[in-house]
């Protein structure tokens, strides 16, 4: 299957396309709900028309297998679609407030009505889901009516093609575009000025990217990873951890921005964990992960290299995996018993096959250590009794938590983090809201003028 080589956008052209996208916005080309709809059923079709090519693409940049293509990019995309097209009249629809005075109400009249931006959007994005992270904040501001300029990541090269194809093939070119190319387009973009700023990544580039925003007051979204906890109490049933836990760190290869980077478990029940991650690896990799179809590889060697580096920095003692291969860019899932939260397993978000685990005594020392080593994280999973999972979730702060599990999401429910892991939410409706202004809108009709005439002085008493 012939991918084209990635071509970078010349950087000359980038203002061009910014203002022919903010150009057909204020033409009013987005505003028909009508309008809307036709292109993201075009969108549908093309990502159902290119699922070979998507797979091709994920499976050369990633080695990501197709099941995995299916179920976390194509499909994915295709329910987003599918989901937005059915509640869409229902979300852009005027909305007379609650809990107004009905006196108030009676001489004036108010409505929410929903507003597109007043430029284009700009989201900039992760190269571990490409396709859903990128279409899907695309159709969220295709369906609040903004025009968009899409940067994809230059990582995943293979995929960023496809992911212009896609875009060129079947959305209106003078309202949605695509800017190919690295660290300098991305910086020629962000000088441009946006209503805002959609940027899915990591923690140092979010700030950069909210740097350049402030310039303008561009309001950010931000979506990042964290240094995500998992606590495992004593009451955990050990099988369903390690089936679980190791379940996402094997999910494209671990780079999952909600897996665990690493596992706060209570020493009673750490060997039993630890002996459960040895039989779930063998169940799932029968004949080892290496020669697997079905498992994934490491996007580039900067990534490969800062992976090995954690581990061989680590004091820790590997109890799963450690076979690593530069040149295929393979790193066995792989876990690690550390003694110390200060430990380099421990020191940045893994976003790989990689897991510490820190043996503690109690619930409580867990979660005193996931505050020392990051407070305000994407994620945090608990395994353990239900008084035990609610003080997780009572003592800790996190974009969203996961009970008995790992990196599960719902695709129709809000996904966002919080301080370090970044603010702003979509997803579902969310997708809709984060794209468009409510503005309230007063009436007072002019028969209501003996009614409101006692704001004009002169006042009595005065």
Known sequence: MDIPILQATPVEEISRLVTKARTSFFEHKTRSV???????????????????????ALSRDLGKP?????????????????????????????????????????THYLLLRIDAKLSPELPHRAYNYPFQLTLGPVIGAIAAGNTVVVKPSDNSPNCAVVIQEIITSALDPSCYTVIQGGAEEGQALLAERWDKIFFTGSSNVGRLVAKAAAVHLTPVVLELGGINPSIVTKNANPKLVARRMLWAKIMAAGQTCTSQTYMLVEKSILPAVVLEFQTAYKCFYPQGAKGSPDYSRIVNLQTFRRLKAMID????????????????????????????????????????????????????????????????????HTFGSKEENEKVLANTRSGLATINDATLHIQTVRFGGIGESGHGAYRGKASFDVFVHQRPIFNTPSWAEALVSMRYPPYVGA
């Open 34 to 56: 009508e309008f809307r709809l036709h292109q993201l059923r075009k969108l549908y079709w093309a990502v159902k028309d290119n699922e070979a090519r998507i797979g091709e």
């Open 66 to 106: 197709f099941y995995e293509s299916v179920t976390g990019e194509i499909g994915w995309l295709l329910n987003d679609i599918i989901f937005v097209n059915r509640n869409l009249k229902k979300w852009v629809k005027d909305e007379t407030p609650k809990d107004v005075d009905l006196a108030w109400n009676s």
């Open 313 to 380: 920095n680590s004091n820790g003692k590997i109890v799963l995996g450690g076979a690593m291969d530069e040149k295929e860019l393979f790193i066995e899932p792989t876990v690690v018993q550390v003694d110390s939260p200060d430990d380099s397993m421990l020191a940045q978000e893994s976003f790989g096959p990689i897991l510490a685990i820190l043996p503690v005594e109690n619930v409580d020392e867990a979660i005193q250590i996931a505050h020392k080593v990051q407070d305000t994280t994407l994620t945090v």
